[in-house]
């Protein structure tokens, strides 16, 4: 096997994603520490303290599914249209439903002690639960394997698709459920029930989730980079070995053959590679 | 445009009359669904009758389901979405034509619904005028979502599984207002929000998909 041609970028790391994240651990720490620091409420007990992450997490998934709409429409738009849309949208897809999946269980858990059910057709949930399959179908699709344009047209295309049926959803699922509950709680706006560290370790959360949504977006991203060159990568190194076997005295294997044309991506493009093989 | 829509639905539509697939195994299929709710409730009426706009709803959306695909399925063969492309159709004409021949068909199958949930679950009918309402607005939101996702998911080879997880989630306000909207024709009970209201909704719901469709329908035919 041949060494490679230039040196592989195997980090995701940069020094701003080292900052992010360093931020993102720090106030997930302190929003853990404020978290477990509350005390527990005379109705809710020790759940109250999910106020901490609950509100957080449901406000980094609603971030995703905008952002993910948002690259979607950047990828879509021609002036604004660049690979790296479609990456952001696909990386904030997989964050969004991990933090969506983590809201409806912390939700959950929440209602089990508090409602003493593990889930009611509250109008929040509905939707939650929702967007979540929403995001799932979105990732499905984007799974397709095809031609990397084509999946960038049809992911994004399927993004705003979905992100168009969120306020319909919205207004649908509120008015069915004219019974659900109050605003409670679990709601950013002061009020006289909640208490003034129940309300900061919930700003706290809000920041930390975001955070670590960011961190964690960026770092897909770059890895979904990385992977795309990778995928070139191999198909350039088997075809340069299988070239040495052909010509083994005359010329020593050469990794990038002549005709090869770098892409953005750094590797060659398979099109042209295969073409001058033939 | 309007007369590329014409066009395309009569094709779709010809298509449907002579191998009658809708007729012969989709509207089977739903009343099927209708006969399975009932063996999996109650044959208590009672039930039925109080759950009869949501199943009715219900088996439209799984009916919705194998339209959609069959109405992608005669864009996707051999060749045939480079010979639409190259034959200079308005994408929104073919959007518009596809989406108004499912609509059609769509109509027909709630007709013959209708008619299922009348006879075996025995509900009487009290306000045709809204419930036909409902049916228009909604048949037109799952036409127009359901085109789109259609072609979306048409020329791959997970479209079987894929397209009921798409689309499912987004059609999912139209079940939950056609299903209100029409609860007080079918069963004659009192609503919370009134049938209007849900009638804005599901009008809301198609035009967003239209809108999106006349303008998006280009690019997605570049894509299959």
Avoid at chain 2, 3 to 8: E, I, N, Q, T
């Amino acid at each position: 096997m041949t060494a490679p041609v230039q040196p592989v970028r195997t980090s995701t790391a940069s020094p701003l994603s080292f900052a992010l994240g360093v931020a993102a651990l720090v106030s997930l720490g302190a929003t853990v520490a404020l978290g477990l620091a509350l005390p527990p409420s005379v109705e809710q007990q020790d759940y109250s303290r999910l106020v901490a992450i609950h509100p957080g997490l449901a406000w980094a998934s609603y971030v995703a599914f905008g952002i993910t709409a948002l690259g979607s429409l950047l990828w879509l738009w021609p002036r604004t249209r660049h690979e790296r849309w479609d990456l952001l949208a696909g990386a904030s897809a997989e964050v969004g439903a991990v933090f969506t999946a983590l809201t409806l269980a912390t939700g959950s858990i929440w209602g089990r002690a508090v409602w003493g059910v593990w889930w009611v057709w509250d109008a929040r949930l509905t939707l939650s639960a929702l967007m979540l399959a929403l995001l799932l179908g979105y990732l499905a699709l984007r799974r397709v394997p095809g031609d990397p344009e084509t999946v960038a047209r049809r992911s994004a295309v399927a993004g705003i698709l979905a992100s168009l049926v969120v306020p319909v959803n919205h207004f649908a699922v509120e008015w069915w459920n004219t019974l659900h509950q109050g605003r409670s709680a679990l709601q950013l706006t002061p009020s006289k029930s909640v208490d003034g560290r129940f309300l900061f370790a919930m700003t706290i959360g809000f920041l930390a989730m975001t955070l670590v949504y960011a961190w964690l977006t960026l770092h897909r991203v770059r890895m979904a980079r990385l992977e795309q060159g990778a995928a070139g990568k191999d198909l350039d190194q088997a075809i340069a070995a299988r070239r040495a076997e052909t010509q083994p005295a005359t010329r020593p294997a050469t990794p990038v053959p002549s005709g090869g044309v770098p892409s953005p991506g750094g590797t060659t493009l398979r099109s042209t590679t295969l073409g001058s093989t033939s | 445009m309007w007369h590329d829509a014409l066009l395309v639905a009569g094709k779709d539509l010809r298509i449907e009359a002579r191998s009658r697939v809708g007729l012969n195994q989709v509207v089977p299929f739903a009343v099927l669904v209708l006969v399975l709710f009932a063996f999996a409730l109650d044959p208590d009426q009672d039930v039925l009758v109080k759950a009869a706009a949501g199943l009715f709803w219900v088996a439209v959306l799984l009916a919705t389901l194998l339209a959609v695909q069959r109405s992608a399925g005669l864009e996707s063969g051999d060749g045939i979405p480079d010979a639409l492309r190259l034959s200079g159709l308005d994408p929104a004409g073919i959007f518009l034509g596809k989406a108004a021949a499912v609509a059609v068909q769509l109509v027909v199958l709630e007709i013959v619904l209708g008619v299922g949930v009348v006879v075996l679950y025995g509900v009487d009918i009290s306000g045709i005028g809204i419930l036909a309402a409902t049916m228009v607005a909604a048949t037109i939101g799952l036409a127009a979502s359901g085109t789109l996702y259609g072609v979306l998911a048409g020329g791959l080879r997970v479209r079987e599984t894929l397209l009921p997880l798409l689309l499912l989630p987004v059609v999912a306000p139209v079940l939950i207002a056609a299903t209100r909207a029409s609860e007080a024709a079918l069963t004659g009970l009192s609503v919370d929000v009134a049938p209007g209201d849900w009638l804005g909704l599901l009008a809301a719901f198609a035009a967003i998909y239209l809108a999106f469709g006349v303008v998006a329908y280009g690019t997605l035919l570049e894509d299959s």
